[in-house]
Each structure stands twice: as C-alpha cells, then as structure tokens.
C-alpha cells in the first residue's frame, strides 16, 4: 500500500473486521455492477471510494438530462455520452488508485457468463425484469453472489442471493407480472435508489471482506412515506427450477426465447447442439498419441468408481464452482455415461470462455462397446 | 370473525380462509407477485394448504423492476 492510500483509507484501519488486511482485501476484489443508473450511481461511488480495487460497469444507455434527478455520478456535460465512459471517468476523479472496466454493451445470454466470470461479486441495478432474471441464472450457473434492489416510486427492496446457499431471484418471483410500470413510466424519488444502491455497497463490502450479508435469505423493504424498513423470510422454494434439486440446468439457453423471463427446458439435446464432438476412436488415438488434452468426467464419484477412462472427476453440478481447477490452455474432452451430462458441462465450459471444448460420443458406454480396453474397471457397465 | 392485516390494513373474514381462497376474494388471481404471512415468503404451491387466522399478517409483494 502506497503512503497515498495509507492516508486515503486512514478511517478504514481502526475499525473491526478491516484493518489493514481487509483494505488489502478490498483491493483484490473484483465487482461488477450491471446498470449505472439510479442504483449503480451511489453504490459504484461508494465501492470506489472504499478502494475496491477492480470495479466492472455495464451499461448500454447514454445519459440523459431526465436521468440527473437521481444518476449522481453524471452531470450536464455528460449528456449524450455512453454511461460506462462518463461514470469511469468520474469515478477515476475520485479514486485513481483502482482498474474500472468499461463494459458498454447489453448484458445478454451471449455475454453474461463470459463477462461476470471474471468478478468476485454482482450487484443487479438494472431497470427490468429481463435483465434481473438473466442476472439470478447467469450468477446461479457461476456460483457468484447475486446483490440485487429494485425501485419503485418511494419504495425499494433489496436482497442477497448466495447460489448454493440461500434462495435466489426465482424462489422469490417465480414470474414476473404481466404488467408493470418502470420507473420512466411511474416515476421514482430520487433519493431512494440512492438509499438501496447504498445498501447493496454495503453489502458487496461485507461479502468483499469476508463477513456475512445479513440479507441472505431475507428481503429488505424499504417505504420513504413512512420511512420503514421491513424484512421478510426467504426460504429455498421447493419449486424453483433453480433451486430446487440442485442445479438443474447449466447455460443460459432458455434466455434465448423471446420470453425471457420464461424458464424453459435447458438444451442437452444432441441434435441441436453445436458442440463438436469426439469419436471413441478418435479420442483413443490421442490417448496413444499422449497429446496434450483434459479429459474431463463428468459423472457422479460412485460412477467414476465403477469404471473411469481415468479422466478428471469434476461431477456436473460441482463444475460451476470447480471450473477454475482446468487449464484454459488446453483443450477438453468431456465424457459422461453417455451425452447429456458432458454435452451441458461443454456448453457451459464455452460459454465461460474454454476455447476448445468437445464431448466424448455416446460416452462411456460407447467407449466400452466401441473399443472394449478400459483400464479402471472394477463394475461391468 | 377473524380480523387480520391485510397488506397492512384490517380485514374481517367470516371464517378461516386458506391463503388461496383470501387471495381469490381481494382479487389477486394472476401470477407475478409474492405473498408473505407473518413476514415469511410462502411457495405458491402452498397457498391452497395454509390456513390464515385471526392475527396473521399477509402480505402480497408485488417485484419492482425500477433502477
């Protein structure tokens, strides 16, 4: 730490759980923050002048003048430009000792896992609901904390999904509602998606150092007529698709129809794949050849320890979590039993920005009746 | 009479109604919403099976999409 930000940070180092250490932390976390409106505004200021040292904005909106009632990072000379430029300029103002990335694109079910892979933590400003269903699935299918707040007129409500552990955006609305305003339509007082986008600062702050959200498995309202705050329970729901056996699908393919915000049935249909695959022959042929490749299984360990090609065991619902333990650098041969298993974790694998990425045919059923030699066997199939 | 809180106001009910039921009788019969009973979040698989009594607080959270 520089003797710049010794005396930057000076009111951080005397209070319990920061310190120095935590300082340190903060600084080698990673945060991104979809929309840079009324919520990414005072939360994006707040973590950059807390000296989180890598801050992620995307946004695909210009500012514009109706937005300075409530967006207080932009001012008049911003009008017209691209939000992600204009904030990190000011943000850079403030703090020039952090890396704030520019994303100045839609978040879609193309870019979503390939650009919150990279961050530690999210936090959902968006300003619909399309957008904060993409977010809870993407961040499901990363294991990354979801920080989300919504904002209506004078009310706000926030919350933390942790996937894996605690309910998530779909376990609390399972659909949107048919009809409902935004706040260009039915308005918003300005100062409460100030209010929420501080709290969702806080706490990615928390969850930045280490320490608990005290929002995990609670909903926070929050009413500025009145000026309450409200908590509610929030339990796993047993009929969430996410949520509720698992992990039940892996990519974001069903963001793909027009209905968004619609769960339908995730693609492990070979046919419609576009994942390359390998043949059994093939792959034993690199074997032999001992080139350069993972093959990664996929399986359950009890299957594994039936009979295994003596690949890497990272079972499908763990590879969310454990994708970090393959080689980027090289290139994957996923097997299962047969095809549905491995061809989900290619797709998935892909999507986080595995360049070469096959899956084994017919799997190891194939294998075993394809070329019949398999060294750990201890169970026929 | 049961009284109850009903998003935050009182309301009779002649008899224990299941949360299905309340719902059907203040007109909320569309999806998009979630519903809270003494500031817990209740599945909606499970509205047909929770009774409401005198006392509950109900809640029905409507999302909010602003940012």
Known sequence: ?381 | MQIILFNNVSLSMERELTLAELLVQQGYEENGFAVAVNQTFVPRSTYASVCIREGDKVDVIVPMQGG
Request: proline share 5%; aromatic share 6%; glycine share 8%.
């Open chain 1, 1 to 381: 730490m520089t003797p710049e930000e010794t005396q930057r940070y000076s009111r951080h180092f005397s209070l319990p759980h920061l310190g120095v250490a935590g300082q340190k932390r903060l600084k080698r976390s990673k945060i991104l923050c979809i929309g840079a409106g009324g919520l990414g505004s005072p939360a994006l200021h707040y973590l950059c002048a807390a000296g989180v040292g890598t801050l992620g904005i995307i946004d695909h909106d210009r500012v514009e003048l109706s937005n300075l009632q409530r967006q207080i990072l932009y001012n008049v000379k911003d009008i017209g430009q691209l939000k992600t430029l204009a904030a990190k300029s000011r943000l850079l103002k403030q703090n020039p000792n952090i890396d704030i990335i520019a994303h100045p694109e839609k978040l879609t079910e193309k870019n979503a896992l390939s650009i919150i892979q990279d961050y530690d933590i999210v936090l959902d400003g968006t300003d619909n609901f399309n957008a904060r269903y993409l977010i809870n699935d993407a961040c499901c299918v990363l294991g990354k904390p979801n920080i989300y707040a919504g904002v209506f007129q004078f009310s706000g409500e926030c919350s933390v999904f942790m996937p894996n552990n605690g309910p998530c955006y779909r376990c609390l609305y399972d659909t949107p509602p048919s009809i409902s305003p935004n706040c260009s339509e039915a308005g918003v007082l300005g100062v409460v998606p100030g209010i929420m986008g501080t709290i969702q600062a806080t706490e990615a702050l928390k969850l930045a150092l280490g320490q608990c959200s005290s929002l995990v498995g609670k909903v926070l309202r929050f009413n500025a007529l009145n000026l309450t705050f409200e908590t509610f329970t929030l339990s796993a729901n047993p009929d969430c698709p996410l949520c509720s056996n698992g992990q039940s699908f892996y990519d974001l393919s069903h963001h793909h129809s027009q209905e968004l915000c619609t769960m339908t049935s995730l693609n492990n249909d070979a046919s419609t794949s576009t994942i390359e695959y390998i043949t059994p022959q093939a792959l034993k042929t690199l074997m032999e050849q001992n080139s350069d490749f993972i093959l990664l299984d996929v399986r359950e360990p009890e299957e594994y320890e039936e009979c295994n090609l003596a690949g890497l065991l990272i079972p499908l619902r763990e590879l969310n979590l454990r994708h970090h333990e393959l080689d980027k650098e090289k290139s994957i041969i996923v097997h299962c039993r047969m095809d549905g298993r491995s061809l989900q974790a290619a797709e998935f694998l892909c999507q986080i920005g595995f360049p070469t990425v096959k899956y084994l045919k017919g799997g190891i059923v194939a294998w075993a009746q394809e070329i019949g030699d398999m060294p750990n066997i201890s169970i026929p199939l």
